[in-house]
């Protein structure tokens, strides 16, 4: 049985949240918009435009589309300096030992993420050439919880959405996946993944039978 196996990338296979957060916060600060922790987990699977209109909302300020622009641009470079010192030592726990088993298994593999650093993160990780499809955030039109990133993946895997499992750790992602009618495996909190299908803190709980389940039941 030939399945699709999609997965977000930040947060699930690599922390690049903490970076993101990081980057918010010194942009918001900026504007005199006080960010924590709390408001980064409202941004966590949302597109770059969408994450900095919410800021925007909750510090209630308002910014002419040049300098909106502008913003997104400076915290794309902050967040590119934080990765351009990442290496493979920065993959979560077992996502290789995931990966290499749905390869061994002959199992087709995407990655359906917002971030349109996707490729580039990839390639300083040295898992670029793991998947047979990248989805990106300049793959697509709307941004999760919209279904379009694992339709299009799904598409291009010429896999029917109902044989794809989708891995992610933000509950726009699981909405997402959801909505496109994919079984979801939620990485990390319960309480923020309900919805998802199942859910395992992170990859060191996911046994290979599990995965072996999944591919042939």
């Not at 359906?112 to 650093?117: D, L, M, Q, V, Y």
């Amino acid at each position: 049985m030939i399945k699709g196996f999609i997965f977000d990338l930040d947060g699930v296979i690599v922390d690049t949240a903490k970076y993101h957060y990081l980057a918010w916060k010194e942009l918001a600060n900026s504007i005199n918009i006080d960010f924590t922790e709390t408001e980064n987990e409202q941004l966590k699977g949302v597109s770059r435009a969408e994450s900095l209109q919410r800021i925007l909302n909750w510090g209630n300020v308002e910014l002419s589309e040049t300098k909106f622009n502008r913003m997104m641009s400076d915290k794309n470079k902050i967040y590119i300096d934080y990765i351009n010192k990442m290496d493979e030592t920065d993959i979560l726990p077992d996502v290789p030992r995931v990966l290499n088993f749905l390869k061994t298994h002959k199992q087709l593999i995407a990655l359906g993420s917002a971030s349109k650093n996707a490729k580039y993160i990839l390639k300083k990780l040295d898992l670029f050439d793991e998947f047979h499809v990248i989805i990106d955030g300049a793959s697509v039109t709307n941004p999760k919880p919209n279904p379009e990133v694992f339709l299009t993946a799904a598409e291009k895997l010429h896999v029917s959405p109902i044989d794809c499992f989708v891995f992610e750790d933000a509950e726009a992602g699981i909405e997402a996946a959801n909505a496109a009618h994919m079984k979801t495996i939620g990485i990390g909190d319960p309480k923020i993944l309900s919805k998802a299908n199942k859910i395992f803190s992170d990859f060191t709980q996911i046994p290979n039978v599990y995965l072996k389940n999944l591919i042939y039941k």
